[in-house]
C-alpha cells in the first residue's frame, strides 16, 4: 500500500515562513505528479500545488501563487512545499497526495493522500 507521510506543520504567526516535507513509499514516486492541498474546518478542499514528475512543471493557486514554492527530490522520494508570507487563511491541514495518472497540473484529482500535517497562523 502506498505511504506519504507528511511533515513540518506547526503554529506560527502571520507574515512568518513553514517548510513541509512529504515522504513517499511503496510506488513508482518517480511517475507521478505531485500534489499537496489543504483544507481547514467546514471548508472545501483547495488545491495548493502541483509539481510535474520532472520537477519541471508547477501549478499554484492563486490564493497562494507567489508566496508558496513547491519542489521535489525524486533521489529521496520527497516532495517539498516552502510557504512564506503567511496568512490567517493559510492555516489548514496540509496534505500532500499523488496526482491521477493523466490528470493535469490543476486538475485537483488525487488517486492517494496521506494523514496531513497541521498548520495554524495567528495574527
Known amino acids: 500500500e502506498s505511504q506519504l507521510v507528511a511533515s513540518g506543520g506547526r503554529s506560527v504567526q502571520a507574515g512568518g515562513s513553514l517548510s513541509l516535507s512529504c515522504t513517499a513509499s511503496?510506488?513508482?514516486?518517480?511517475?507521478?505528479?505531485m500534489s499537496w492541498f489543504r483544507q481547514a474546518p467546514g471548508m472545501e478542499r483547495e488545491g495548493v500545488a502541483d509539481?510535474?514528475?520532472?520537477?519541471?512543471?508547477?501549478w499554484y493557486a492563486d490564493s497562494v501563487k507567489g508566496r508558496f514554492t513547491i519542489s521535489r527530490d525524486n533521489a529521496k522520494n520527497t516532495v517539498f512545499l516552502q510557504m512564506d508570507s503567511l496568512k490567517a487563511e493559510d492555516a489548514a491541514m496540509y496534505y500532500c497526495?499523488?496526482?491521477?495518472?493523466?490528470?493535469?497540473?490543476?486538475?485537483?484529482?488525487?488517486?492517494?493522500w496521506g494523514q496531513g500535517t497541521q498548520v495554524t497562523v495567528s495574527s
Open positions: 497526495a499523488v496526482a491521477r495518472l493523466g490528470a493535469g497540473l490543476g486538475a485537483s484529482n488525487y488517486t492517494y
Open positions: 511503496r510506488f513508482p514516486f518517480t511517475m507521478y505528479t
Open positions: 509539481i510535474s514528475r520532472g520537477g519541471t512543471g508547477l
